[in-house]
């Protein structure tokens, strides 16, 4: 599903090695976590497996085509279809309902309104908050605000979801839930790959990878 060919990140102005000669392989239905110490390329690597950000050196497979020289608006329409993002501060528009919050990607893919909305009801059925679609971000706890990003990250059916540490700064309750969630949607055959720097929520994950200073291992 994803695989890193003697990857690197360097960024220009810096000059800062942020991924260094990383080879990766994460199969169909996999679940992977990927640990690090702050700086150590965590969100440098999830940049680029989300297609956010591209390679200085080596190549990028997603579902077997190379991506690595595709143009911005190639990886825009790749990334709108294929990666399901679930970031740390849950970035719901507050203006918006659950309902709404989940339906926005489908909208910006030109799914009609109706079939757009049942998606969405069914995402957020999937995640146990039905008796919340209307209610607002700001009306929402960190968790079920959490449980919504997760909902709107599945609706558009991805080939792999993104976690970005997605159990930060929720209690531990919250935070098991989540985790749950994440292991139920592995279940069903999602291919995960979760971003953390928490040795429980890794400990999830069917294979554990660590970054440090830029190299992976296992």
Same mark, same amino acid.
């Given at each position: 599903m994803l695989k890193l060919m003697h990857a690197s990140k360097i *960024?220009?102005?810096s000059g800062v090695c942020a991924l260094?000669? +990383? &080879?990766?392989? $994460?199969?169909?239905? %996999? *679940? $992977? &976590? $990927? #640990?690090g110490a702050s700086g150590s390329g965590? &969100?440098?690597? #999830?940049? +680029?497996?989300g297609l956010l950000d591209t390679l200085s050196g080596g190549r990028y497979l997603l579902g077997g085509q190379?991506? &690595?020289a595709l143009p911005p608006a190639s990886l825009a329409a790749l990334r709108a279809r294929r990666i399901g993002? +679930?970031?740390q501060r849950f970035q719901l528009i507050d203006g918006m309902s659950a309902l709404e919050n989940i339906a926005l990607p489908l909208m910006l893919q030109g799914v009609p309104p109706r079939e757009r909305r049942a998606r969405a009801a069914l995402a957020l059925s999937a995640v146990g908050l039905s008796h919340r679609a209307e209610h607002r971000p700001r009306q929402l706890s960190g968790g079920q605000q959490q449980r919504v990003a997760i909902a709107r990250a599945i609706v558009t059916r991805p080939d792999v979801i993104l976690a970005d540490e997605p159990t930060a700064g929720l209690d531990p309750e919250a935070a098991a839930d989540i985790l749950a969630l994440l292991q139920t949607l592995h279940q069903k055959g999602n291919t995960i790959v979760l971003i953390t720097h928490d040795p429980s929520a890794a400990a999830r994950a069917a294979r554990r990878l *660590?970054? %440090?200073?830029?190299?992976?291992?296992a």
């Open positions: *960024y220009d102005k260094d000669d +990383i &080879s990766l392989t $994460v199969r169909a239905g %996999e *679940y $992977v &976590s $990927v #640990m965590k &969100s440098t690597l #999830m940049h +680029i497996l190379d991506v &690595s993002f +679930i970031f *660590y970054l %440090e200073n830029g190299a992976l291992r």
